[in-house]
């Protein structure tokens, strides 16, 4: 079985500062790592995966993420905020093989200072 | 395409009372799940199915019954409502692809449902 542990459950940031929201899992076979983002009163939406190749993924609106094997983390960043990135951000794994399931760690809302 | 799609937007239930759920997805996908989400505990799968015809349980299905009706549409019955499904409720569906390879699962904008 895979887990997620999404520590932050709540991250304030001043406008056009960096962010990090952090993401580790664990599982016993090979995994897919997702952040998809939710914001206010909308449905989630794939903001980028890392399947296999370069540890470090781009995805839409400025954001990335590194994978980390050693670690077992899959962290999101983006260098500078805007209002508009205040949402909430779920990390999610899925199996390789077998891979319909995802498991989502229990979210981070992150929240922009003007 | 209108993807995923989930009626109603909103609704309010009284304990005891039953109500279905309905979800549909006009993408050919093969899977439909259905998950709820409640503050601080992310999203957990309750149902799932992997192609028309046959379904399974998720991480919480108690109080729950799906029907797959046909390729394109999922629904999920509350018989007997209680307040402690009060939550939001997600469909998603997938292009499930035999052996390795990545699947993404596309989302519905969501039920809230309130349980008094």
């Known amino acids: 079985a895979q887990s997620v542990t999404q520590l932050d459950s709540q991250v304030p940031v001043f406008e056009e500062a960096p962010v990090e929201l952090r993401c580790n899992y664990s599982s016993s076979v090979s995994v897919y790592l997702f952040w998809y983002v939710q914001y206010p009163n909308q449905g989630l939406q794939l903001l980028l995966k890392y399947l296999s190749g370069s540890t470090l993924v781009k995805g839409i609106n400025g954001f990335e993420a590194e994978f980390n094997k050693s670690q077992t983390s899959f962290h999101l960043r983006k260098p500078s905020v805007h209002i508009s990135d205040t949402a909430e951000y779920f990390c999610?794994?899925?199996?390789?093989?077998?891979?319909?399931?995802?498991?989502f760690g229990t979210g981070t809302r992150l929240t922009i200072i003007p | 395409n209108a993807g995923v799609t989930q009626t109603p937007k909103f609704q309010v239930l009284k304990t005891g009372q039953s109500m279905t759920l309905q979800c549909a997805q006009d993408m050919n996908h093969n899977s439909m799940y259905w998950y709820r989400q409640d503050p601080g505990m992310g999203l957990r799968l309750i149902y799932y199915s992997a192609s028309e015809g046959t379904t399974d349980k998720g991480e919480v299905p108690n109080g729950y019954n799906v029907s797959r009706l046909n390729k394109r549409e999922f629904s999920l019955r509350l018989e007997s409502a209680a307040p402690s499904q009060t939550s939001v409720y997600f469909c998603?569906?997938?292009?499930?692809?035999?052996?390795?390879?990545?699947?993404?699962?596309?989302f519905g904008p969501g039920t809230r449902l309130t349980v008094l």
């Open positions: 998603a569906s997938l292009l499930r692809t035999s052996g390795r390879g990545y699947n993404e699962q596309f």
């Open positions: 999610a794994v899925s199996r390789v093989f077998g891979n319909e399931k995802l498991t």
